[in-house]
């Protein structure tokens, strides 16, 4: 894992927060990060698609949401074909 240091969205890296609760030139120490400014955030680098042991078959998924459209649809392919079908990044 390694980790970067990025500016706090929630405040703008300023390490205040002023909203609609707060008054005219007052500001609370923003709970997102501390007051620091920053957060860091914990990364795997990618280093090339893994693979994956077990498949036989891959399709398109339908979605993502439960009760609506999960599962597979469309054009059944082999994983060799998945492989050189859509190359990694
Ligand atoms: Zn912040």
């Given at each position: 894992m390694e980790t970067i240091r990025t500016e706090c969205r929630d405040c703008g890296g300023t390490g205040l927060y002023s909203g609609?609760?707060?008054?005219?030139?007052e500001a609370v120490i923003c709970l997102a990060c501390q007051g620091t400014g920053c957060k860091e955030i914990r990364y795997k680098p990618y280093t090339g698609r893994k693979g994956k042991r077990g498949i036989l078959t891959v399709r398109q998924s339908a979605g993502r949401f439960i009760g609506m459209d999960v599962g597979g649809c469309g054009e059944v392919m082999t994983y060799s074909e998945f492989q050189s079908k859509i190359p990694q990044a």
């Open positions: 609609m609760c707060e008054g005219r030139g």
